[in-house]
C-alpha cells in the first residue's frame, strides 16, 4: 500500500511540473464543486480512480487548507485568485468529499 501511495505522489509530481502558469479561472456564480474542479484543476490534477478526485495528505483533508492551497497556490500549482466565497467553498466540498486520505 505504501508503495502505491509513493507511487500516485510520484506520478502526481510529474504531471504537475507541467502546471506552473498563472490562471485566471473564473467559476460561474452558479457552477457546481464538481465543475469548478473538472474545469480548473483537472489540467494538473487527473482523478486517480472512479470516484477518486484526488489523494490528500491529512493535513491537507480540511477545508480551509483546500482554499488556502487553491487561493495562494503552491510549488507549481498556480494561485486561482479568482475562486473565492461560495465557490470556493464548493470547491473544497466536492474534493473532501470526493479523495482519499494519505495515511
Do not use: W
Not at 1 to 12: I, T
Not at 51 to 77: C, F, P, T, Y
Amino acid at each position: 500500500m505504501k508503495k502505491m501511495n509513493f507511487l500516485l505522489m510520484l506520478s502526481g509530481l510529474v504531471v504537475l511540473a507541467g502546471c506552473g502558469k498563472g490562471n485566471d479561472y473564473m467559476p460561474g456564480v452558479d457552477d457546481s464543486g464538481e465543475r469548478i474542479f473538472s474545469t480548473a484543476c483537472t489540467e494538473c490534477h487527473k482523478p486517480l480512480s472512479g470516484n477518486v478526485a484526488m489523494l490528500l495528505s491529512e493535513k491537507m483533508a480540511n477545508r480551509d487548507a483546500i482554499i488556502g492551497k487553491v487561493q495562494s497556490g503552491s510549488m507549481r500549482m498556480p494561485a486561482f485568485k479568482n475562486i473565492q466565497g461560495e465557490a470556493a467553498d464548493r470547491l473544497a466540498e466536492y474534493i473532501l468529499a470526493h479523495s482519499d486520505t494519505n495515511r
